[in-house]
């Protein structure tokens, strides 16, 4: 059990560590509204649940793992964290909610967590480091409705069990975007997304069949759309500029009338293995002929 002042703590000036208590079975902290340094959990093995349900920040970083009963975490006031979150390494995870997070300084992560099933993260609108969710082998969507920005990489990797990804506002990626190993996603969504910073890698996903970028302007790095053989719709009609090298192969596409707006590639090294037409591959050279020109800039 908790002990009892735990019960009546507000505020924490300093750290929150709960660790190695191998007897341990309740984390009880009705009133903590504040953490002002990091919050870490881990390392308890009897522990099943937490409950902090006054708890809107922590200042620095919040990290929950290593705890092998824990089956359920809800934050339903956290509102801000200002570090990274971690949610890793819980055996019997089956669902994560914190429905009113808005912003996290660093980064998103959700990494090795066999019977997770779900995390519902409706209000998050932006981290400001990377969105790492990989290896969680129940994992069934992810979605994030309200997420406007990535200030670093978006990778989502590993899940068998994976169906789909919709970012419905997303508008900026800092980073990479690198979505691949997702043995059953079908449709990767992001509709609102404007500039990816890095590289766009999706590749190795069977069963995809919709690459869905609309509003997709430019690339920072190359695109490398591969080994998806199921993929026939490749949505990208408002790409003018990739800086590096576009490969696209060994998809199901026949057309790539979703590139149509395609103006500037950056690197010579042109890779279109599957069926597209001469005239595209003419218009590709002549993107890649205007690249050093004052249209690209």
Do not use: W
Not at 62 to 81: D, K, M, R, W, Y
Not at 213 to 221: D, F, N
Not at 246 to 251: F, R, T, Y
Request: hydrophobic share 45%; proline share 4%; with cysteine.
């Amino acid at each position: 059990m908790t002990p009892r002042y735990l019960c009546r703590l507000e505020i924490v000036f300093g750290s929150l560590i709960i660790q190695n208590n191998p007897e341990l079975t309740s984390a009880v902290l009705p009133n903590l509204m504040k953490v002002g340094d990091f919050a870490l959990i881990y390392e308890n093995a009897k522990l099943t649940s937490i409950m902090a349900d006054s708890l809107a920040t922590v200042d620095e970083y919040f990290e929950i793992g290593f705890n092998p009963e824990l089956p359920s975490i809800s934050f339903p006031t956290l509102a801000e964290v200002g570090g990274n979150v971690f949610i890793s390494f819980s055996a019997k995870l089956t669902s994560f909610e914190a429905n009113n997070l808005k912003k996290t300084g660093g980064d998103l992560r959700f990494s090795i967590n066999p019977e997770l099933l779900s995390f519902n993260l409706p209000a998050l609108v932006e981290v400001g480091g990377h969105v790492f969710i990989r290896d969680n082998a129940k994992l069934t969507g992810f979605k994030a409705d309200n997420l406007k920005t990535i200030g670093s990489y978006l990778e989502i990797f590993l899940h068998p069990m994976l169906e789909s990804v919709l970012l419905p506002s997303l508008t900026e990626v800092g980073g990479n975007a690198h979505i691949t190993n997702n043995s059953k996603v079908t449709v990767i969504e992001a509709g609102s997304l404007l500039k990816i910073g890095g590289y766009l890698r999706v590749y190795l996903s069977p069963e995809l069949s919709s690459l869905h970028l609309p509003a997709l302007a430019e690339v920072g790095q190359d695109v490398n759309v591969r080994y998806n053989p199921k993929l026939k719709t490749l949505a990208a009609d408002s790409l003018i500029k990739v800086a590096a090298h576009l490969h696209i192969s060994g998809n199901g596409l026949s057309e790539y009338n979703g590139l149509a707006s395609l103006a500037c590639v950056g690197d010579g090294r042109l890779d279109l293995l599957d069926d597209c037409s001469a005239a595209f591959k003419t218009r590709v050279a002549a993107a890649h002929a205007a690249y050093d020109t004052a249209a690209c800039s």
